[in-house]
């Protein structure tokens, strides 16, 4: 089924106008296809990939030295970052400011296509230094894209779920722009959606206000506090699932504390496709521990229909990564797994 747009509109020319000096457009910032969206007919994806970590500053850095095309120096890119005077920016910046070292090397950015493809990180890449450039201009132009992918799914009569962090921990729940009467008139003529108007919004409050068929979750390594933390991130109005880090030092009573307040937790284990999952996980630290129930988390990336459970996620390869370092991240497949901060069990 084709979409069809009222093409004689332009919404938002500003954003539009700032993603073209990066490469981009507004149907190039959020990717629908992916091999675990494939697998859930049920709804349209749209995910918002960028580049992960310290990544940036290395696709900038005509010396460094990679494992892997995709994980080092990109000519194009450091050339856009000095055409608009951003190797301050790029120096500085860190997407997952709460990762560990083994997250960091076995990053999922690098697996599938980002894995082989120099022109997918040049791509993730060029969002990152556009978004850096001015966040509030990025933000309504992820938004306007976001309104072409609801346009999109209702011509298949399905919802649309938005997971903007695919690839990095960008606080989009803290990153506020205006939207004028304008705004709102140009897009619902040019894609049919309704939008909230206001001067101070961030993209859920904007695009849920009007639209229950939108789903906004994310996957978050962040602690429970903070202006990030998992905390914040509900409270905006997000579906959190909070991220097991087996070489975080208080992995395990971080998992414990994120449970008992509702969070699920997503649990990388070295289970080979295939074999099956664990039917409960137990996470135990000190005198304290929570028992919960598991579900495959390759199945569908559909973690806003989950209660609190443990959602396993089986290893995925990521190219280049240094086996050691990834391994430390992701728990071993066996009964039970202790750590210095407690133990993880899996019952069949």
Known sequence: MSLTLNRRVSPMADAVAHLSKFNLSIDSILT?????????????????YATPARGLATACDSGAVATTKPRGYLASVAALADRHGMRAAVASHNGCKFSTAGCRAGCLAYSGHGGLSVDVQSCRARR??????????????????????????????????????????????RLRFSVSTADA????????????????????EALAAFNPDVDFYEYLKAP????????????????????????????CPDAVAAAREGFR??????????????????????????SLQAV????????????????????????GADPVA?????????????LACGSVEFCP
Not at 39 to 44: C, S
Request: net charge positive; with cysteine.
């Open 32 to 48: 629908t296809d992916s091999a675990k969206a494939r697998k859930d007919a049920r709804r349209v994806f749209a995910m918002h």
């Open 128 to 173: 990152t230094l556009a978004r850096l450039a001015d966040p509030v201009l990025y933000a309504r132009a992820v938004l306007l894209a976001s309104c072409r992918e609801l346009a999109r799914a209702r011509s298949f009569a399905l919802p649309l779920a938005c997971r903007f962090n695919g690839t990095d921990e960008t606080p989009w729940h």
């Open 185 to 204: 008139v140009a897009i619902r003529a040019r894609y049919g959606v309704d939008v909230e108007i206001g001067e101070s919004l961030n993209i859920r």
């Open 224 to 251: 429970l506090t903070g202006p990030d933390g998992l905390r914040a991130w509900r409270a905006a109005g997000w579906d959190v699932t909070a991220s097991f880090a087996a070489d975080r030092v208080t992995a």
């Open 265 to 290: 937790v997503a649990v990388p284990v070295a289970i080979p496709k295939g074999q099956p999952i664990p039917s409960r996980v137990v996470i135990s630290c000190g005198g304290d521990s929570v």
């Open 296 to 319: 495959d988390g390759d199945t569908s990336d559909a973690r806003f229909q989950d209660k609190t459970c443990a959602v396993i996620l089986r290893a995925k390869r990521s190219r």
């Open 326 to 338: 990834a391994s430390r991240f992701i728990l071993p497949n066996r009964s039970r797994v202790d």
